[in-house]
């Protein structure tokens, strides 16, 4: 079995590698020569645990290598991946599929055998379809291609964790002769009992946004419980444990944060509302989890606002965490480029610490003093933000931190910290849907105004 990855970001590396894990000789292609160059050293262009070590195994196996040579890549490949970047257009926010469709053309135009082109990449319902018609036009007369939707539902920063143990596998294309390809493709997951899910493409590309937005809702749901839980007196941890202990709810995707962020959940529920508003059948719910989520991000710049007596001018704020989520240097659609800017605006001198995301959030980010260690993030510091909940900040020496600041404020968006504890060091301490901690040691209700 021989497969090409066409792409190789995120979701075309992890998938790539971990197909050549499953011991199938796999070619990675990318248009990107710096790229290319950059994984034929050795050296990962994203960070995800484990990655690193895993593409070495695989290129020192003989299974795994990378081109930018499309022509060699799909010669001789049963099946050809597409993972190319659908980024939304900046005229209207639409996945911009060109990159999708061009590597179609490109990719069918070299095909000498059967042929099964897959798509990888998120891409809205309908796409699967076109790329049948781009097919059919650019193939050559005496070539059989079928093409299959198969969605990706991994997670960066467990990443290949995900890909190897998936809940389910989904296979969209109407052709028995593809889905054979892809069982084969799957079968060590298949072995392990994988549920897979074969259905038309049109299912398939309506599945990987389903879950995407239902997840995205989920958070937000909690978030607005959150809220409910700060101006009545309830704990929101305590809620989203009993709720999850319900089989029916499940109890994952119920930490109440700063909003969810990131490369997918954005761009999917707003593509999402997107189709559906293009189909005359509105996705209201996801509408309403879109707004609720930019709302929040600018609601936690407020927080921090409020905390310092409802001003931030030359008040300096120190911040820990600005990728997405731990476990990653990717900054797309972080709460932090929302609440960091916020704060600014409001008159705030911004110090920052993120373990990998630094140099990815300076492209986003102005006069911010970026510190090496959290400690010198605290120190001097009238307020400090827990953005992201990198493992490293839940073991700091507290009473270390209390003591270097200029004025005992934290606001922890993750919960990371206990308010028991935030209290005997005499912080002032704001969480999320948790009673707030004031100075004085008296619990307070956050009214939200
Ligand atoms: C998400 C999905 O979880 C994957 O299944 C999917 O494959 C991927 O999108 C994709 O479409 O490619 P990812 O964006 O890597 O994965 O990150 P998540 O771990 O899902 O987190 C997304 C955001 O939700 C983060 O900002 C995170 O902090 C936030 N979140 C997550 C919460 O605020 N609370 C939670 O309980 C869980």
Known sequence: MKLAMVGTGYVGLVSGTCFAEFGIDVVCVDKDLSKIETLNKGGIPIFEPGLEDLVAKQVKAGRLSFTTNLTDAVKGADAVFIAVGTPPRPEDGHADLSYVYQAAKEVAALAEGYTVIVTKSTVPVGTAREVEKIVAQHKKPNVTIDVCSNPEFLREGAAINDFMRPDRVVIGTESEKAAQVMREIYRPLYINETPMVVTSPESSEIIKYAANAFLATKITFINEIANLCETT???????????????????????????????????????????????????????????????????????????????????????????????????????????????????????????????????????????????????????????????????????????SMHEKRLVDMRNIYKPEEMEKLNFHYVSIGRAEIVPDGVEALRKVS
């Open 233 to 403: 007196g309830g704990n929101v941890q305590h809620v989203a444990k009993a709720i999850g202990l319900d089989g029916r709810i499940g109890s994952k995707f119920l930490h109440a944060g700063p909003g969810y962020g990131g490369s997918c959940f954005p761009k999917d529920t707003l593509a999402l509302t997107q189709t559906g508003q293009m189909k005359d059948t509105p996705q209201t719910i996801v509408e309403s989890v879109v707004a609720a989520n930019a709302n929040r991000q600018y609601d936690m710049a407020q927080r921090v606002i409020k905390a310092c007596g409802g001003s931030v001018t030359g008040k300096k704020i120190g911040i820990l965490g600005v990728a997405f989520k731990p476990n990653t240097d990717d900054v797309r659609d972080a709460p932090a480029l929302v609440i960091i800017p916020e704060l600014q605006k409001a008159g705030a001198i911004i110090v920052a610490h993120d373990p990998e995301a630094r140099e990815e959030a300076s492209h986003h980010l102005s006069d911010v003093e970026w510190q090496d260690d959290p400690y010198n993030v605290a120190k001097n510091a009238d307020a400090l933000a827990i953005i992201t909940e990198w493992n490293e900040y839940r073991a700091l020496d507290m009473a270390r931190i209390a003591g």
